[in-house]
Every structure is written in C-alpha cells, then in structure tokens.
T-cell receptor, first 114, second 113 residues
C-alpha cells in the first residue's frame, strides 16, 4: 500500500509566523504536489515537483514556497503566515503509467492562522 | 470561468436509486480524466479513470464526451456507503512538460435509507 504521511493533522499558528508542512511518501514516486482545499473552491494546486530539486508553480503559489531535497519528501513553507492561509492542506504523490495515473493523498493538515 | 465545473449538489437520493453527475471542462486539449471520491474529513481517493470508450466498474459507469467536453459518472443501486463528495479531475499538458492536474470543486451525494 502506498503511504503518504503529513507531519501534522492540526496546526494553530499566529500571523507572521513561518510555517513548515512536511510530506513524505514511501513509493519512490517522482511527482509530488501540494494543494489547499477550501469550501466551494475544491482543491487548488499550490506547487508541484516532478523530481528532486525541481519545482513548478501551481495556480496559487503566492505566499508559499517549497523544498524537495530528497525524492520522498516535499515540504511546503509559509514564509509569513496570514489569516487567509487558514485552510486544509493536502499533499499528494503520483504514480504514472502513460496517460494512466493515480494520485495518492496524505490525510491533510488543517491549519488555522490567528 | 472555472476550468473544471461540477454541480455542487447536494444530491439527496434514496437507497437503490440511480444517480448521475456531470462535469464540464473548458480546455479541449485536456488529455486524461478521472473521478475521485472524498469522504467527509478524509483525503480524496481515486474512484476510476475515464476512458474515451466509456468504462464500468461494478455499479459505477464513467463516460467521456470529447466533442461536448464533459464527463459523467453514473451510480446504480446507490448504497448508504456511496455518500461522499465526488471530484472530477482533468489532466492537461503543462507548458513546462508533463501534466497539470485540475480538480473540480466536487459534487456532494447523500444516500438515505
């Protein structure tokens, strides 16, 4: 079974704090993703990474950065947390075979920024 | 306009009913299509891929209409355990190579006893 783990299920931070969200996958997948999910908006892609040290902006990268130093680990960084970054954050890793693919999601981190 | 649009619902149906969800996508260059299921307070999980010829997995049937740019999911003989949010997912080529994945906002289904 593929396993994607995230460092925290729940986090409470204050405005202006630097926040690290970590994601680890155990299936040697090259592709990893960070999404946020908000009611009525669905999942929105923040950043993704095709391989180690490679990253690409998604649809809403502002206020976020990422790090992929090792294949199994993809970190999301909020440089200076703001209240509009309160959300559910989901990490995923992807297995692809031609056009067929499966994204495996972690359990999510619910972040509250006060 | 959103790239992937779904009726948010909720759809409230009795057990045993047949229910259908539609999803439209705006980019005609989209390459591959999927339905994911997300239970309340859980992460999304792949339900099924959607093939051009249509495909079936037990009580679930997925269809793709490229000309009209929509995808459908049909659930027959609904069970209480089918209650969830169903996410339509579309891949399209990324300008820098590979695929870009776009999720719809989801359609909520409640199956009642």
């Amino acid at each position: 079974d593929v396993k994607v783990t995230q460092s925290s299920r729940y986090l409470v931070k204050r405005t202006g704090e630097k926040v690290f969200l970590e994601c680890v996958q155990d299936m040697d997948h090259e592709n990893m993703f960070w999404y946020r999910q908000d009611p009525g908006l669905g999942l929105r892609l923040i950043y993704f990474s095709y391989d180690v040290k490679m990253k690409e902006k998604g649809d809403i990268p502002e206020g976020y950065s990422v790090s992929r130093e090792k294949k199994e680990r993809f970190s999301l960084i909020l440089e200076s947390a703001s209240t509009n970054q309160t959300s559910m954050y989901l990490c995923a890793s992807r297995r692809r075979q031609g056009y067929q693919e499966t994204q495996y999601f972690g359990p999510g981190t619910r972040l509250l920024v006060l | 306009r959103k790239e992937v649009e779904q009726d948010p619902g909720p759809f409230n149906v009795p057990e045993g009913a047949t229910v259908a969800f539609n999803c439209t996508y705006s980019n005609s260059a989209s390459q591959s299509f999927f339905w994911y299921r997300q239970d309340c307070r859980k992460e999304p999980k792949l339900l099924m891929s959607v093939y051009s010829s249509g495909n079936e997995d037990g009580r679930f049937t997925a269809q793709l209409n490229r000309a009209s740019q929509y995808i459908s999911l049909l659930i027959r003989d609904s069970k209480l355990s089918d209650s969830a949010t169903y996410l339509c997912v579309v891949n399209k080529d990324s300008p820098t190579g590979g695929f870009k994945t776009i999720f719809g906002a989801g359609t909520r289904l409640f199956v009642k006893a």
